[in-house]
């Protein structure tokens, strides 16, 4: 049923000065780069990445009126969740590569856990040292995990892209998962398909129902929410507005 | 026996008769191609606005029941100007794309039926039937006999185009606003837009859910009243129509063509069968004609009506 | 904690909300028993007219999908007569009944209001709304204000009893209707009667399935308008209102109380779940109410318009 | 789903002057003494037991309007039917006796053929000879077949009820099942009752909608629709109205 199921939240985890996690009472079973739409009551309803499965959790970045109000929230407070959307990543390969920028190490995070006997490369892009986020949840399950910073605040000073297309010089992936600003998704697929290298890519665009209906996701033919939010190289080649352009509540076009 | 599915629609030429409803995916002419691509006979645009709409707030589309929806998007849309740029060039394309407009009143409809000409719409639907959004249909009192004559009066003397009016089955006076829209010159008559409106009200917060509190309901279960909104429109007005409402399989679509559509209209039933229930239910007319020897469709229009 | 599920409906004690809707079972008073000892609050005749009544042919009441059923009985019943002989001495009944009446017009609704006199029933409900007997409710324009002001207050002067207006969801002036009925000195409102109406076409005969082709609407998927039309009542009249239509379980009776309804009817509900569907009901509400922390229904009622 | 499924009727038997069987290419399931509605378009609905399972057959008496119009019809026309209905007979017992008065019998043939091992008295009552109905159907599967007519026209010229009452006198039966006219079921139901035998009776009442929320077909708070056709000894003794009265089409009491 497409309606909210309205959950309490149980406990919210800090993880920087403008992101946090919220965790259910309740056990899902999700793809890493579903995305479930949230509800907060009377306000509005926008999509958020499943960040954890059992418990449920969401993480989020205070970027505007929702997620402030979502940040202001404490345990006990109820908020609406309506059923993991989408197509997430889909596990492929022995040695794969995951490349973040700010909070689109969210999805790969939960992705990282999920492998299984898989030699993980991560590269962690983000704004500053304080904007890094799930630096150790990904330790744990990456063989190596490279962090870039646009300030050099801590890692390496530059871009992920950057760190990635160093790494391909001397690695091949079977491989490449990446969530982050469309630029840079753009340009990590860009450089996968220069290196042959299969390329998935967890998109976004503004969303309403959710669940494949009113139309206001797309890009070019394809609904981000039902189709994607992760599309892999085969879906991307054909894209001609990914990187270009996304449209806003309107509808309207806005040119990156 | 070999069948035909195509139809004439108030002079359309349609391969098939199932039209893609207003207000489902039809934001683009990616998405509208997509949709012909999975083989609907024609598509209809989300309805276009002069100015820019954002809409409402999230949610704007809920399910209630297992068999309905209910839907407040409060006509979000770029507006006509990007409207313009977003649908020009359909000299291609391989359906007819209809035009929805929508306006508060007989001058913005006007000015948006004039000024829609540089695109190459196939047809105009003018909507006066939303239940949901101030200041547009129902609730700008569209809904009567005199508002339906002078609206399309108005957009009539702007377009020589198929001109069809999309009427809401909340009102009780139907037959006389059909009517009038038939008087005023509509080629085409497209029943019905969303029932109610309803209301969802989620118990553990005790608050509505629909950011608009209120939505049309859509889905399946609105079916039975599409069919008799149809079935009544058939016998007040000669002019054809596009009937829609919880259509999901072919033998819906079946009953909506006896009750006297001459074509059928999908929005909701994708949720339920993916993009290709259009294939899917002109797969299913298709097998219902042969084994029931017909074999075109207009035999079937409206029969139900016979004694 | 304890929850007390009993309530106060315009000076009837309930020992619980749940009250059986009219033209469902109501036809004697052993059925309207066996009703009362399903665990319903109160029980409601089927409507009762001054003269017997066959009403429409068989099919009377016809499943169209499965959420949704078609009703067009016709308003079967023996008359006043007869039915006075059939409710008599209704003294020990373990629960309210309530004698529902409808007219041609307000004379007729007023003979009928003095003349159950005899009968020991606990409140009056009056029928503005049916929208498939000719004759009758909608189809004799009994949803006008002016038609709910002229009839209850006609019946006003007959009873001192509770009197219930019975509504229909299919009017665009609702809020103006209920106005001029609490005007007219109703205690309470009753809604909704059927949606639509609706029609089902045999694709097969390619004929109408109902004797009298249109029906109203009724079951699960009507609940998104009945709660829409209980919310609406709530803002536009201080009166109660018992609020139905498509109320399966004790979710959907919290979410009609908390849009504004004191009690809550089932009809068409019995079909899905059973004559105990009222005992299951109350067990459902009393679960709800325990786990969130409710002790006593008044507290919920209508909490949805707080903002 | 309540609602007609039109089939076409494949053959026609005629079983009498005035009774037919229409037989349909549908098998079902249904317990003997279970009906459908039977629909025809823009005419009327009403309820006829199941006579035959493999193939669907409905045995029907020309008595009124409907039955008329349906005695009309030829194989190839088409009807609607809406699923079997209600609570049939249930099977009971070694030894088991039949009493039908009518077209009574018709449901009663159909449970005879049901029975595996069972040993069966038919007592099959008519006005006349050319009223027996599916003598030969009984015959393959009883013990005995005992045939009465009003005018002994055939067999005893007796009641139904004589015949049992004869019977009850020399033997025992573990159940007995009986289909008729009311005033005749009522009768059986009382020897049975003196006898301490289990009695099933297969009620009828004006219905409409055929599956219990009407109301229509109320014999005290039972629904013969959806609680009955077939009641038996239990329930039929807490009836007031058995016997008494019936409701016509306005729900008028008429008095037998
Ligand atoms: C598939 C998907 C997964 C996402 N996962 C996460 C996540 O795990 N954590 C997280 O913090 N954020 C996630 N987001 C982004 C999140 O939805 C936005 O940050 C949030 O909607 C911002 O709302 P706001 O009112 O706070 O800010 P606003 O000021 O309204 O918006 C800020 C920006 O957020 C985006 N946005 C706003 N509303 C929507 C919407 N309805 N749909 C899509 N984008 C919107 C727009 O790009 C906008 O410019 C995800 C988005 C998508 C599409
Ligand atoms: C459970 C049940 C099983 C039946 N099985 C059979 C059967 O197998 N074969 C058969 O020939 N008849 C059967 N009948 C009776 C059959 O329904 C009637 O004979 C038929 O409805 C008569 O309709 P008419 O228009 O021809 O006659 P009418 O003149 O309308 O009626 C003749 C009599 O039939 C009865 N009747 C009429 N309409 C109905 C109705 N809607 N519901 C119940 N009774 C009605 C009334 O007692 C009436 O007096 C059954 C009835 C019931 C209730
Ligand atoms: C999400 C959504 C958006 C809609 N937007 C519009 C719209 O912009 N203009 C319009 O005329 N109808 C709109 N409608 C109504 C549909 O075109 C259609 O009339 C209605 O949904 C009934 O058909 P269905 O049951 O097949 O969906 C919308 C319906 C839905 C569900
Ligand atoms: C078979 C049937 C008969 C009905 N008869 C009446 C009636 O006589 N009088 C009346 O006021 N409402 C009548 N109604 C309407 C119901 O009382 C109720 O308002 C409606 O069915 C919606 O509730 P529900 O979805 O719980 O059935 C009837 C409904 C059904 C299904
Ligand atoms: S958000 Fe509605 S189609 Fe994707
Ligand atoms: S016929 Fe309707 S309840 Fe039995």
């Given amino acids: 049923m497409e309606t909210p199921e309205v959950l309490e939240i149980k406990s919210v985890v800090n993880e920087s000065k403008d992101v946090k996690t919220f965790f259910f009472d309740k056990k899902i079973k999700a793809e890493p780069g579903q995305f479930l739409m949230v509800w907060i009551p009377r306000l509005d309803e926008k999509p958020f990445a499943v960040s954890f499965e059992k418990p449920l959790g969401i993480t989020f970045k205070k970027v505007g009126s929702f997620t402030e109000q979502l940040f202001k929230m404490k345990s006990g407070d109820k908020i609406g969740i309506r059923d993991p959307y989408g197509n997430g990543f889909k596990l492929k390969g022995k040695k794969v590569c995951l490349v973040s920028g700010g909070r689109g190490v969210i999805p790969l995070a939960f992705l990282a856990e999920k492998f299984k006997k898989v030699k993980i490369t991560a590269i962690v892009g983000a704004k500053t040292k304080n904007d890094l986020l799930f630096l150790n949840r990904l330790k744990k399950h990456c063989s190596k995990v490279i962090v870039t910073t646009d300030d050099g605040s801590f890692g390496e000073k530059k871009f992920p892209t950057d760190a990635l297309k160093d790494l391909l010089k001397k690695e091949k992936f079977d491989c490449v998962y990446t969530c982050g600003p469309e630029i840079m998704m753009k340009k990590v697929f860009e450089l996968c398909e220069n290196h042959k290298i299969e390329c998935q890519a967890s998109l976004e665009r503004y969303m309403k129902c959710g669940f494949g209906l009113c139309g206001q996701c797309c890009i070019d033919d394809v609904r981000i929410c039902k189709d994607g939010p992760v599309l892999n190289s085969n879906q991307l080649r054909k894209l001609t507005e990914f990187g270009v352009f996304e449209r806003e509540k309107s509808g309207k076009k806005v040119y990156f | ?307």
């Fill in chain 2, 1 to 307: 026996m070999s069948v035909k599915l195509n139809v004439e629609l108030a002079g359309l030429k349609l391969k098939n008769p199932i039209i893609l409803a207003s207000g489902i995916l039809g934001i683009s002419k990616k998405m509208l191609l997509s949709v012909a691509k999975a083989g609907a006979g024609a598509v209809t645009t989300k309805s276009i606005t002069i100015k820019p709409r954002e809409g409402h707030k999230n949610p704007i589309l809920i399910q209630t029941t297992e068999e309905t929806f209910l839907n407040a998007v409060g006509y979000s849309n770029p507006g006509l100007e990007e409207s313009k740029k977003e649908f020009k060039d359909l000299s291609n394309f391989p359906v007819p794309v209809i035009g929805s407009l929508v306006g508060s009143d007989a001058e913005e409809f006007a000015y948006l039926a004039e000024n829609v000409k540089g695109i190459d719409f196939k047809a105009i639907e003018i909507v006066l039937s939303c239940p949901h959004t101030p200041g547009f249909g129902l609730l700008a009192e569209q809904g009567t006999p005199e508002a339906t004559e002078e609206i399309t009066l108005a957009v009539r003397r702007k377009t020589k185009l198929p001109l069809f009016v999309k009427v809401s089955p909340n009102i009780m006076c139907l037959g006389d606003v059909v009517k009038a829209a038939e008087k005023a010159g509509a080629d085409g008559i497209t029943a019905i837009n969303t029932v109610g409106p309803g209301m969802a009200i989620d118990v553990e917060t005790a608050k509505p859910i629909l950011d608009f509190k209120f939505g049309g309901m859509s889905g399946p279960a609105i079916r039975p009243i599409a069919i008799r909104c149809v079935y009544d429109i058939y016998e007040s007005v000669k002019i054809p129509i596009i009937g829609l409402g919880g259509i999901i399989t072919g033998k819906d679509a079946i009953e909506m063509i006896m009750a006297g559509a001459t074509a059928v209209g999908i929005g909701t039933g994708i949720y339920y069968r993916e993009l290709d229930i259009f294939k899917k239910v002109c797969d299913e007319i298709n097998e219902f004609m042969k084994s029931h020897g017909y074999s075109k469709l207009k035999d079937i229009v409206g029969i139900a009506h016979r004694d």
